[in-house]
């Protein structure tokens, strides 16, 4: 594993991997604690795949329970590049996929299961994944998976397997409820803290750059921060799926390269996304939590909060996708007057020591000179060419319904034209739009040539 590990330029191990793989090996049941992007994932999954021996018998010995498909998507390749010197199979078990390519690897005998708890469930129900041989069981952003959306799941999952399994329970957070919680399905478990003395509560190698920011100025803002120097790879968080769909084109527009990860798209293109954002084809990626967790790539220098996060864990876990394995990053929040209250909390619980972040807009002095942003840079790349011209919402459903409303009626205005003909032959009444010049299409007509005349016009 160590000369797999090399392979890929990982030769030092992280605290907390100094600190959990012994006890991982020696089989005790361990909390373990680090600041995202340390190493968490290794800490736990190389004593589960020495445990498991060179060659283990086919079937599912070791499980890993994550809460998100690109975190399963994640530890699943981190465990694989551990074990490719090793006849062990790990399987990536989530939903939004085909069953039958994960019902195949589990047929194929993979040893290591990474999956979430619906799809693990789903599966277990269907007689399609057996428990009931795992050793070892690990929780993965475990504050996650303890929280009262996911804790029924879990508790199902964990009554599936032998009591006297291996637990490990790994996260950047463990608050003490989730702690007392989590002892409920562990033995004698010990928490370990891997963190410097010196260290504050954000980490050392972050900057935390917090701006009091007009909502209609943020596109022109995020614009300009992203023609900073020395910018790689950026994350944007967005508090609703809507407003990462409206950014990404918006950005898109201005001639930058992004693409977005929203609980609005299908799986395949979740993944392209990834893909092409961590193959350095995308260097934006803008997204809304559900990508908080799950997203470990190295070289991102930039994150920006467009919207507050709702609480500082949820901070702490965004700003963790930059200064990752002893990186520098930037953390840049955005915070919205109306949600001053929001930022104090954070604030006070973090010890940021930023109570009253400075108002600041695109053409702020301070904004060029904090973050490095080259003096006359504008919120559109020269490359971009004209502005996108958005058209008018009309009462067929315009903006991104009209494209719906289009396919059905043969596309655009053109289509409209025709409609009442197509319509007055089918029986059905068509429906009360006006035309393009803003006539009123006759209700219904048997005539089909009289239909016709007076939408001619509209059409051109």
């Not at 508790?155 to 003490?176: C, I, N």
């Not at 920006?304 to 990053?329: V, W």
């Not at 048997?446 to 239909?451: K, P, V």
Request: proline share 6%; hydrophobic share 35%.
């Amino acid at each position: 594993m160590v000369d797999a590990l090399a392979t890929k330029g990982i030769v030092e191990p992280f605290p907390i991997q100094e600190q959990t793989i012994p006890m991982g090996l020696a089989g005790q049941d361990v909390i373990g604690q680090a600041k995202t992007g340390t190493g968490k994932t290794l800490g736990f999954g190389l004593p589960l795949l020495q445990q498991l021996g060179l060659n283990p018998e086919p079937g599912v010995k070791a499980l890993v329970v994550v809460p998100t498909r690109e975190l399963c998507v994640q530890v699943a390749e981190d465990l694989t590049l551990a074990a490719s010197n090793r006849s062990t199979q790990v399987a990536a078990i989530y939903g939004g996929k085909a069953y039958e390519g994960q019902v195949e690897q589990l047929k194929a005998g993979a040893q290591v299961v990474v999956g979430t708890p619906g799809r693990l469930l789903d599966l277990a129900s269907q007689r399609l994944l057996s428990l009931k041989d795992v050793k070892i069981m690990v929780l993965d952003e475990a504050d996650k998976m303890l929280d009262l959306g996911f804790l029924a799941d879990i508790e199902k999952l964990f009554a599936q397997t032998s009591p006297t399994r291996h637990t490990m329970l790994f996260s950047a957070t463990m608050p003490g409820p989730i702690v007392a919680l989590a002892r409920r399905f562990m033995n004698k478990p010990i928490h370990i803290r891997a963190t410097d003395p010196n260290e504050g509560l954000t980490q050392a190698n972050i900057k935390h750059v917090v701006y009091r920011a007009h909502s209609m100025d943020k596109d022109e803002v995020i614009s300009r921060i992203l023609q900073a120097d020395g910018r790689g790879k950026t994350v944007i968080f967005t508090r609703t799926k809507r407003a990462a769909a409206k950014l990404v084109e918006e950005l898109n527009d201005r001639g930058f390269n992004a693409a977005a990860v929203h609980g609005d798209l299908n799986q395949d293109q979740r993944e392209r996304a990834m893909v092409a954002f961590k193959a350095g084809k995308k260097d934006i990626l803008i997204a809304t939590d559900v990508a908080a967790r799950g997203i470990d790539v190295n070289d991102v220098t930039h994150v920006i909060n467009h919207t507050i996060p709702e609480d500082h864990d949820t901070y702490l876990h965004r700003a963790g996708r930059t200064g990752r394995a002893g990186k520098t990053g930037i953390a840049v929040t955005f915070v919205d007057w109306d949600d001053m209250h929001k930022w104090s909390l954070i604030n006070r619980a973090l010890e940021m020591g930023i109570p009253e972040p400075m108002e600041t807009y695109s053409s702020s002095p301070h904004l060029y000179a904090d973050l490095d942003i080259p003096e006359g840079s504008k919120g559109r790349l020269k490359t971009a060419g004209p502005p996108r011209v958005r058209e008018p919402q009309t009462s067929t459903g315009g903006g991104r319904d009209g494209a719906r409303g289009g396919s059905r009626s043969g596309g655009g205005e053109r289509g409209g034209a025709q409609r009442p003909a197509r319509t007055a032959t089918s029986g059905t009444a068509p429906s009360a739009a006006p035309a393009a010049d803003g006539a009123q299409r006759p209700p219904r007509s048997r005539n089909r040539s009289r239909t016709r005349r007076p939408s001619t016009p509209a059409a051109e």
